[in-house]
């Protein structure tokens, strides 16, 4: 492969090859380091060479390229996933997206854009329509709507429109596949879903479109509480209560907000912290709840300071919290979590009795894909050994908790759960040669063997 790879830019001398070995190394990595696992599997995985096509016709001629050579392909946005799912296993082409990067339009409630488009670039222009992203990753700022589509969930958002594989959220993609004489192809609705979350392995995602949300003025502010049971409550009340307009409700138990330390003049010692962003409307209601739980607002910004210091408290959410908190602990990592939306309040209330100071709970508010109001968890973990960290999350999964585990990289292993056989009948079409991020669709790898027991 190394070879025939290195031939690549010799074919297409006119493209923008990256072969510089250090920086073909960091285009093959992404943040699977959260992961003490993936960081020991994963170390020294990196691809031959890099490519970052601009157009339609640079990208089909290179992807025409690696499928005569035989060479594997690796999609990367800006490589901010967390599971490895950017990695390439088998060496081969890096597929930097990035570059294949505009806005399409907006219009009626819908914006579609190049899969390369910062996520914080597309809301831009989505604004001046009046429109803006349902979700917000909280690494809006770099991550690519492929990226997200390809390896992501949701976000800031999600507490109202759920993840991105609620149907009515994607609307439609443009796929390129990967053959010597590469196919262009529109798929709307549910056959576009078989593409998400699946890591790059069955197509390369030109275009996504989606639908959007009028734009509100988001206005931030952090309630501490010295009670975990009531921050939770207060939070799960905001959360559910139907006349607050809101992007994003955060907790983060104790010591957790210590380790904010930009946010440190608002954070009191030993404080349970929820950080919400809302429509300004929606404050005084929040408010009312805030008393009623016993709270107090220690951090509070306008819609217009927001905008003008071009700082929000989105980028302490998610695993932005997992970030800054392993920046100041090193011994930490994180798990994944969604509880049972009918009874999440007291499954967290007694994980966290029960394993507080080994499990520090952080959780992110949202709407599950059938519309209930739920939790994420994204718990941080003191790390000790890999045994101790299956053990919790199988404690977890014993009381009633899905883990979404994030110490794999393997799609299956993941969210998906198990192999499905409309995914894999996708790459079947799309990359009949299985080069695409090779080894990470369990469905494709053991495919002979899955077929004779039945299980796709
Ligand atoms: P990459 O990491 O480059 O790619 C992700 C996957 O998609 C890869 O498998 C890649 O091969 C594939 N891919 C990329 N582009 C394409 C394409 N055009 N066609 C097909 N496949 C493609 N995620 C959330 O959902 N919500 C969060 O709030 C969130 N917060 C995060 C915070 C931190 C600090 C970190 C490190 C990660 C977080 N993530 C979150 C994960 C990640 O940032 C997002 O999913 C992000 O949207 C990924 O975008 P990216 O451009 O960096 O994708």
């Known amino acids: 492969v190394a070879a025939s790879a290195a031939a690549l830019p010799g074919l297409i001398p006119d493209l923008d090859w990256v072969t510089d070995t250090s920086r073909v190394a960091r285009l093959s990595q992404d943040f699977a380091w959260f992961s003490p696992v993936l960081k020991r599997q994963l170390a020294d995985k990196s691809a031959d060479i890099a490519v970052r096509p601009r ?50 339009w907006a219009r009626n409630g819908v914006g579609r854009a190049q899969a390369g488009i910062r996520l914080a670039q597309f809301d831009e ?153 809302l429509a300004e409307s929606s404050e005084p209601g929040m408010l009312g709840l805030l008393d009623a739980f016993g709270g107090r607002i220690t951090y ?56 507080d100071g080994e499990v520090l709970m952080h959780l992110e508010f949202l709407r599950t894909k059938e519309g209930a109001i739920n939790c994420s968890g994204l718990q941080l973990i003191r790390f000790s050994t890999e045994e101790r960290l299956q053990e919790l999350m199988q404690m977890h999964r014993d009381r009633g908790v899905h883990i979404n585990n994030p110490h794999v990289y393997v799609v299956e292993d993941g969210k998906q759960g198990k192999p499905n056989p409309a995914v894999l009948a996708k790459k079947a079409d799309f990359d009949p040669q299985g080069l695409l991020n090779p080894g990470k669709l369990r469905a494709w790898e053991q495919r002979a063997t899955l077929l004779a027991e039945g299980a796709i």
Request: proline share 5%; with cysteine; hydrophobic share 45%.
């Open 125 to 277: 222009y989505a604004r001046k329509s009046g429109l803006e992203l349902r979700w917000l990753p909280s690494t809006f700022r770099s991550a690519t709507l492929g990226g997200l589509f390809g390896g992501g969930f949701g976000g800031a958002g999600s507490i109202t429109y759920g993840p991105l594989a609620a149907p009515g959220n994607v609307l439609g993609i443009k796929v390129m596949t990967v053959e010597a004489e590469p196919r262009i192809l529109e798929l709307r609705g549910a056959d576009a879903m078989l593409l998400h979350h699946a890591y790059g392995t069955n197509g390369i995602v030109l275009e996504v479109e989606v639908a959007l949300a009028p734009v509100q003025s988001w206005m931030e502010c952090v309630a501490v509480f010295d009670g975990f049971d009531e921050a939770v409550d207060f939070a799960a009340a905001v959360a559910s209560g139907p006349g607050m307009i809101k992007k994003e409700i955060c907790l983060l138990a104790a010591p957790i907000p210590s380790y904010m330390t930009a946010l440190a003049d608002h954070l009191p010692d030993g404080c349970h912290a929820v950080l919400l962003v």
């Open 300 to 355: 509070r910004k306008s819609a217009e300071d927001v905008i003008e210091s071009r700082k929000t408290l989105i980028e302490f959410t998610w695993n932005h919290t997992t970030l800054h908190a392993m920046k100041i602990d090193k011994s930490l990592t994180y798990i994944q979590s969604a509880f049972d939306p009918t009874r999440y309040v007291q499954q967290i209330k007694d994980i966290h009795r029960e394993l």
């Open 55 to 104: 157009t339609e016709d640079e990208l089909r001629r290179v992807v025409a390229a690696c499928a005569a050579a035989n060479v594997p392909i690796t999609i990367r946005g800006s490589g901010t996933g967390n599971y490895g799912q950017a990695i390439p296993l088998h060496g081969g082409v890096v597929l930097d997206m990035s570059g294949y990067n505009g806005f399409c």
